[in-house]
């Protein structure tokens, strides 16, 4: 029954999706979920996510996931948790007729939010804000605002800032709606 709940959900996320008028490939990376399409690893190797192993002995266990577009290109990437406790994502991109699957860590991908932001980061006091870009079975991240207090790094599109900037931003960057996740 759990399952067919799932696959009914899926559809139901497919169909409103497509709805929007949101030019969406949402239905190739779903079938990833459902292990009935496989996706291209950055190792490029084509595998389902059954089968999908990250580091050495770690199988994906696909969670919960969301779908945001990071690029801005009227296409959304879908963002999968895929380990037992949480933490490890990842983000499915479709490009043209083949899939990339991108792995990160908890901290590379913190607090997305639904235009595709996110924070990196390498502590309490080093707060990275990006955005990702894609190309044919490669991604770009681009750093919009660093607050870094190990390094004293403090800039905003690339350009210093003060402290009283960089807390602005972060404070409207909190303001901006959270990517919702949906359990499988």
């Not at 479709?94 to 235009?115: A, C, H, M, N, P």
């Not at 770009?140 to 402290?163: F, H, M, N, P, Q």
């Not at 960089?166 to 499988?184: G, V």
Request: proline residues 1%.
């Amino acid at each position: 029954m759990k399952k067919l709940i799932s696959v009914l959900l899926i559809l139901v996320i497919i169909f409103s999706v497509s709805a929007c008028g949101k030019n969406t490939s949402n239905t190739d990376l779903m079938l990833i979920l459902e292990n009935k399409q496989q996706f291209i690893t950055e190792a490029g190797e084509k595998v389902y996510i059954k089968d999908y192993k990250y580091g050495e002995e770690y199988y994906a266990t696909p969670n919960k996931y969301t779908s945001v577009d990071f690029d801005d290109d009227g296409i959304d990437e879908l963002v999968v948790d895929i380990s037992v406790n949480g933490g490890i994502y990842l983000v499915l991109h479709s490009d043209s007729s083949k899939v990339y699957g991108f792995l990160f860590s908890g901290r590379e991908l913190q607090s997305l939010k639904t235009d595709g932001s996110f924070i990196q980061s390498g502590g309490a006091i080093a707060i990275c804000y990006c955005s990702m870009t894609f190309g044919e079975g490669t991604y770009e991240i681009t750093e919009i605002a660093v607050s870094d207090s190990y390094t004293g790094r403090l800039e905003i599109d690339g350009k210093e800032c003060s402290v009283e900037e960089i807390n602005e931003y972060a404070k409207n960057w909190q303001l901006k709606e959270d990517a919702e996740w949906f359990e499988i």
